[in-house]
């Protein structure tokens, strides 16, 4: 039942973790948005905004996925608590 809990909690944490890394990811390109001139020009320029839009989109595609992943092991974690739980039925009162 102990190494359910803590993998349950584990994949927990880790839900965690990528949605906070998602959450940071959009407001990091937000600043960048809002701190670039309007009307710069220049190719260079343009390169290097697509060059950080693609890394920032294959960082949230990345955190995305392990957000799903961690779910899909916290959900199996749950189901094999539940389990454990119906089959060592503990009477506290004897």
């Known amino acids: 039942m102990l190494v359910s809990l803590m993998t349950r909690l ?4 880790q839900m965690h973790t990528a949605q906070w890394n998602i959450m940071q990811n959009n407001a ?10 309007t009307f710069t020009g220049g190719e260079r ?4 905004l697509a060059q ?3 890394q920032y989109a294959m ?3 990345q955190n995305e996925t392990m957000y799903k992943l961690a ?4 959900e199996a974690a749950a189901q094999s608590l539940n389990q454990e739980f119906k089959s060592n039925k503990i009477s506290y009162i004897a």
């Not at 990091?28 to 001139?37: E, H």
């Open 52 to 54: 950080m839009d693609k």
């Open 10 to 13: 584990n994949s927990i944490s």
């Open 45 to 48: 320029n343009l390169e290097m």
């Open 71 to 74: 779910a899909a092991q916290e």
């Open 59 to 61: 960082n949230k595609m």
């Open 28 to 37: 990091s390109l937000m600043n960048i948005c809002k701190s670039m001139p």
